[in-house]
């Protein structure tokens, strides 16, 4: 089987991405990451692209009059290097449906609160402020709903009595860095398949998310 091509989407400080640089540089992950594209110059992930020689691209949203025409100058970037799945690691601007449905059932994101609880910002401070006694992080495909799509795995964090959301996103960053890795893994293996809103594991229907946690995955 060819490898996989991967395209990564970043806005920030790309310790996600790093992780799949990581899992791709260490055989886990049979695949090339063919380009990381960020909507913002100074975002940290670039110089962690650059030093694992992955090409990058800079489109600035601020340079594009609506999303539509942002989405399809990032869709002429991506389209050429055919990608098997395009991957958002902290990119933080809303797809428009052209972007979404351009790439659907090949679109991941992950997003830092058990799904479909805290969709948007600020999930930790929510976690912390409504005394949730456990929070964690959702990997899953893109639908038209923002943070939403059906969801793979979610890694599970206990939230802390002493926890501020700085203590508690971190721990929840470090499970992040396990489970996007995982998920890219099985789609490239083509284990994981999502079609026609049926998402497969093995050939069977994965009907609630595989569920990280202690360092054990169950279903
Ligand atoms: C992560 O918390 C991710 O869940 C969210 O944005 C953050 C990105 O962090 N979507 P990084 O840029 O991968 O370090």
Do not use: C
């Not at 997003?111 to 479909?116: I, V, W």
């Not at 929070?135 to 964090?157: M, N």
Request: charged fraction near 20%; charge should be negative.
């Amino acid at each position: 089987m060819a490898k996989a091509s991967l395209v990564v989407l970043i806005s920030g400080g790309g310790s996600n991405l790093q992780a799949v640089i990581d899992a791709v540089e260490n055989g886990e992950i049979d695949a090339d990451i063919k380009a990381v594209i960020s909507n913002n110059a100074t975002a940290y992930g670039l110089e962690r692209a650059a030093r694992a020689n992955i090409d990058t691209y800079i489109i600035d949203h601020k340079h594009y009059p609506d999303r539509e025409s942002f989405d399809r100058a990032m869709i002429q970037i991506i389209d050429p290097l055919k990608p098997d799945l395009v991957i958002l690691a902290g990119f933080m601007r809303i797809l428009s449906d052209v972007f979404i449905d351009h790439y659907l059932h090949r679109l991941v994101n992950i997003h830092p609160s058990l799904l479909p609880k805290y969709k948007g910002l600020n999930t930790h401070q929510q976690a912390i402020d409504n005394h949730d006694s456990k929070h964690g992080a959702s990997v899953h495909y893109v639908s038209h709903e923002l943070d939403s799509g059906p969801i793979v795995i979610q890694a599970e964090v206990s939230v802390l009595e002493a926890d501020t959301a700085a203590t508690l996103a971190a721990r929840v960053l470090k499970q992040e860095h396990v489970i996007y890795p995982m998920v890219i893994k099985m789609h490239t293996d083509g284990r994981l398949t999502y079609n026609k809103d049926q998402l497969n594991l093995d050939g069977q229907p994965l009907t609630h998310p595989l569920i990280w946690k202690d360092g054990q995955l169950t279903y």
